[in-house]
């Protein structure tokens, strides 16, 4: 079928879709920062469609039982401020790791498993358990009808490993499934969902975190210890779910691991464009009966070909070929809020003086290169020498101590502080333990030598009896280095080159289709830092306004937000009235503010002028905005805190 033409944009902003990326604590308050802005300017009512991933599902779960609950915008807001600030992530996950019952009925003691429960306690269930009499949240808050608020589509993002697909924790008007073609869960079962669950899931960073496993690891309504002295948990709803995972799969292993959203798309765009496309088809489904259940042609297809046809908006879920566009009924804006550190150098990593030189190692850095210089000295062949020398010399040393007592043990003992135990102990199982990991130590330096030796000789002909020769003159300092240096360019490899090439395919996506030209907004948290660098139309606009360039304050505060590293906890600089969380809001809010206006004047205009009135007024407003965060960068954080409410509560105190 040929392709439609997609309709001309209209430059109204009256429909529209908000990605929010991963990135840990800096993402939870860059997109509180953005959320605030947009509400604001009336902008965030006007957001459909709402896709999270990892620290972006944090807000995006939240805003989205906010909506459903009939809670306005400012008690969001406010539930950052009452428990981040104040919670100990790392030590509370501690807590639940050491407690008598383990974080998961399954019995799982590790931390994912105890951020699930920190989750429930300090966030779900303290803002949210008055609508369920102090119940654990579900996903059927979100599932349940009516469903009030503005918001028709809601995903928040995971990684299912068992095929390497997205998991999407899903609700729409339109059919969808939760989790992805190859594995759907049904509503039932769905609903039962704790939703502290569904945060871990797409917040469990690989590497730093376990893999939660579903449904084993969920928490579910009916979960119960039996009675008696070695109790044991009757879980029906988790059995019923592996018995039909297990039916529906073909598999006697059940269970999947669920991973962070990031592994697959860290803003959450593809999941926008999947909401897009069903709205478009327009089908409504009734619900499945089973968990497990698997479908061809329904999500995104199998094969690359079919995948960038389907992204593209050439094929739908379930639908024929045919093209598919989006125009202002469908959407006007897709803002991704993307919160990416900005590096200048990936690896090796060098610290730079203010002076703009390397930084020299510090004094206890260099002595303890002095003091490991030797070990860059020793080979592989000495240092088994050596191992040998030691063992025999202990063993050596254990036989003569106990010679030499043999006649005198008894008037030893009797002048000995600490008797026969005591004795036995230093000058006997002491010298037998040193000698006994000595002998391990050795053995396994031989067998790893010889598994290597074997490998060598296998992988290259001819070469019988000659890599020992050679492996023996390896100096251990040079291994170890390369260990060091394999492991960190790894870790640069995973944690950085990797995210960037799966964010810019993330952008790809959405770029690479026709019909939203002139609907997508990138809304990057170090957009100000590089603005800066630059000059075009827009900003000699803003400038003839006496709105540009940023001052040095709001230079400062994007700067410390954008280079913010990925963490779980906010931190306070001695002597900074401002913590992590303020300095990400105050950012959010002036970069969106910032982009939200380079997107109307360059795109939303014509030859004619503004193509949309209401758009024109609202630029006008966003001006203003801008304005105000020029003379003062933290004056819509205040104003936002003033209207808080423990604000009314201090006030109302003052009162009486």
Aim: glycine share 8%.
């Amino acid at each position: 079928m040929q392709k439609a033409e997609a309709k001309k944009f209209s430059g109204r902003l009256d429909c529209l879709a908000l990605s929010l990326s991963g990135g840990g604590v800096r993402a939870i308050g860059f997109h509180l920062g953005t959320m605030s802005m947009l509400e604001r300017l009336g902008l965030l009512e006007k957001v459909q469609i709402i896709s999270s991933v990892s620290g972006g599902s944090m807000p995006g779960i939240g805003y989205s039982l906010s909506q459903r609950l009939g809670r306005s915008f400012q008690d969001f807001f406010d539930d950052f401020y009452e428990f981040l600030p104040q919670l100990n992530l790392i030590e509370e996950m501690m807590k639940r790791m050491v407690a008598r019952e383990a974080p998961a009925p399954s019995g799982r003691r590790d931390m994912i498993t105890a951020f699930a429960n920190v989750y429930e306690d300090f966030y779900f269930r303290p803002f949210f358990g008055e609508f369920t009499g102090g119940e654990e949240i579900t996903f059927d808050l979100l599932m349940r009808e009516p469903r009030h608020g503005h918001l028709k589509e809601m995903v928040f993002n995971a990684t299912e490993f068992k095929t390497g697909s997205a998991f999407r924790f899903q609700v729409s008007e339109y059919r969808c499934l939760i989790g992805n073609r190859n594995i759907a869960l049904c509503k039932k079962h769905a609903r039962q969902m704790r939703i502290a669950d569904i945060m871990a899931a797409s917040s469990c960073i690989p590497v730093g975190m376990e893999p939660l496993f579903f449904p084993d690891d969920f928490h579910w309504p009916d979960d119960r210890i039996k009675p008696g002295r070695f109790g044991k948990t009757e879980r029906p709803t988790c059995e019923a779910i592996n018995r039909a995972l297990e039916r529906n799969l073909d598999t006697k292993l059940p269970n999947f691991a669920l991973m962070d959203g990031g592994v697959y798309d860290n803003q959450g765009v593809s999941s926008t464009l999947n909401a897009l496309n069903r709205r478009k088809e327009g089908i409504k489904e009734a619900d499945r009966h089973e968990c497990g259940f698997s479908l061809v042609g329904r999500g995104e297809p199998w094969g690359p070909k079919e995948w960038a046809n389907w992204v593209s908006g050439r094929v739908v879920e379930g639908a024929e070929h045919s093209y598919v566009d989006v125009n202002a009924s469908d959407l006007d804006l897709l803002i991704i809020s993307d919160t990416p550190v900005r590096k200048a150098s990936l690896y090796p990593r060098v610290s730079f003086t203010r002076e703009g030189k390397p930084e020299p190692a510090s004094r206890h850095a260099q002595r303890a290169q002095r003091a490991n210089s030797w070990i860059s000295r020793v080979t592989i062949g000495q240092l088994s020498v050596i191992a040998t020398v030691i063992m025999v010399m202990l063993t050596t040393s254990a036989i003569l101590t106990v010679w030499d007592l043999r006649e005198g043990l008894v008037g030893v003992l009797d002048q000995s502080r600490f008797g026969l135990k005591g004795f036995i102990l230093l000058h006997l199982m002491l010298p037998l333990f040193l000698i006994l990991l000595t002998f391990i130590g050795l053995f396994v330096l031989k067998v790893n030598k010889a598994r290597a030796i074997e490998a060598l000789e296998r992988a290259i002909p001819n070469w019988k009896g000659k890599p020992g020769r050679y492996i023996n003159k390896l100096r251990l300092g040079n291994l170890l280095k390369m260990g060091a240096l394999r492991g960190e360019s790894v870790s640069v490899l995973t944690s950085t080159i990797y995210m960037n090439r799966i964010r810019g395919l993330g952008y790809a996506v959405a770029y690479a289709r026709d019909d939203l030209q002139s609907r997508i907004l990138d809304n990057e948290i170090f957009t100000l830092q590089v603005a800066t660098e630059t000059t075009n139309d827009f900003q000699r606009m803003l400038e003839s306004e006496g709105a540009w360039p940023p001052p040095p304050e709001m230079e400062r505060i994007v700067g410390k937000a954008a280079t913010m590293q990925t963490k779980l906890w906010l931190e306070q600089e001695e002597g900074d009235s401002l913590n992590d969380l303020d300095y990400l809001v105050a950012g959010g809010q002036a970069t969106v503010c910032y982009n939200l206006m380079r997107h109307m004047w360059e795109e939303c205009r014509d030859e004619s002028g503004w193509m949309d009135p209401a758009t024109g007024e609202l630029f006008n407003r966003t001006l203003g905005e801008w304005r105000k965060l020029i003379a003062d960068p933290l004056s819509l954080l205040e104003d936002r805190k003033m209207k808080s409410r423990s604000a009314e509560l201090n006030a109302q105190a003052e009162a009486m």
